[in-house]
């Protein structure tokens, strides 16, 4: 049973970066955010595609180092504004070309903004929250490639977005071999087990603290 009220639970904003809801990475994000939710947490399930997020910057959400009185687009307004109000971050996407799929690059390009999510000259804003960088890799975790994508996680997302902006509370997970090419039968049913396995573990170990 929930230990919060709905008003006084914590909040995880669980942000999703498929087209298809049928994808594994959606049932990847939808167990995830079951098991936050059974911890007593609020879920904010953001699902950039069916929500109809456009990952195209424009003038309008250009940062204007200096201005803190900028203010951006709507749309982007409205997201951060989930973000602000999450205790709890999880981004859930597969890896494309060793990076973010565009549509999530583009929701950070945009809405994670100077005086939005850095550079905010009172406190920063980001300040308290945790995040789960939460990855679907076609690759196996022995590819000879897969350094890349330990390089994009701990290099590019948790230092490089998470803790510039100032959330040094970050876990990062990749499911290796998410599309089981080889497997075939029970083999394959027990791999996509172990990779739920994997799902629920890395989001215990951000619910412990
Ligand atoms: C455009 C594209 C690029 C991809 N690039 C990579 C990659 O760089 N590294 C990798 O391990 N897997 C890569 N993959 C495989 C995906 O990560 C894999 O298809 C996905 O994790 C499967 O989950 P899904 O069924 O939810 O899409 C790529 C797939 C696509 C479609």
């Given at each position: 049973?929930?230990?919060?009220?709905?008003?006084?639970?914590?909040?995880?904003?669980?942000?999703?970066?498929?087209?298809?809801?049928?994808?594994?990475?959606?049932?990847?994000?939808?167990?995830?955010?079951?098991?936050?939710?059974?911890?007593?947490?609020?879920?904010?399930?953001?699902?950039?595609?069916?929500?109809?997020?456009?990952?195209?910057?424009?003038?309008?959400?250009?940062?204007?180092?200096?201005?803190?009185?900028?203010?951006?687009?709507?749309?982007?307004?409205?997201?951060?504004?989930?973000?602000?109000?999450?205790?709890?971050?999880?981004?859930?996407?597969?890896?494309?070309?060793?990076?973010?799929?565009?549509?999530?690059?583009?929701?950070?390009?945009?809405?994670?903004?100077?005086?939005?999510?850095?550079?905010?000259?009172?406190?920063?804003?980001?300040?308290?929250?945790?995040?789960?960088?939460?990855?679907?890799?076609?690759?196996?975790?022995?590819?000879?490639?897969?350094?890349?994508?330990?390089?994009?996680?701990?290099?590019?997302?948790?230092?490089?977005?998470?803790?510039?902006c100032g959330i040094p509370d970050t876990h990062t997970a990749a499911l290796y071999d998410s599309e089981a090419g080889d497997l075939t039968g029970e083999a394959r049913d027990r791999h996509y087990r172990d990779l739920f396995a994997q799902a629920d573990n890395a989001v215990d170990k951000l619910l412990a603290g």
């Amino acid at each position: 049973m929930n230990q919060h009220s709905e008003t006084e639970a914590p909040v995880a904003l669980i942000v999703v970066s498929h087209h298809r809801s049928d994808s594994l990475t959606a049932a990847v994000a939808e167990r995830t955010a079951a098991r936050v939710a059974a911890a007593g947490y609020r879920i904010d399930l953001l699902d950039l595609h069916a929500e109809g997020f456009d990952p195209r910057g424009g003038v309008a959400d250009e940062p204007e180092y200096g201005n803190h009185d900028k203010r951006y687009s709507d749309e982007v307004h409205r997201h951060i504004a989930r973000v602000h109000a999450a205790d709890l971050v999880i981004p859930v996407f597969p890896i494309w070309w060793f990076g973010l799929p565009a549509l999530l690059k583009g929701w950070f390009d945009r809405v994670w903004n100077y005086n939005l999510a850095y550079g905010s000259q009172s406190r920063p804003a980001m300040e308290g929250k945790r995040m789960l960088w939460l990855a679907l890799a076609g690759l196996t975790a022995d590819d000879e490639n897969a350094d890349l994508i330990t390089a994009l996680l701990e290099g590019t997302l948790r230092r490089g977005i998470s803790e510039y902006c100032g959330i040094p509370d970050t876990h990062t997970a990749a499911l290796y071999d998410s599309e089981a090419g080889d497997l075939t039968g029970e083999a394959r049913d027990r791999h996509y087990r172990d990779l739920f396995a994997q799902a629920d573990n890395a989001v215990d170990k951000l619910l412990a603290g």
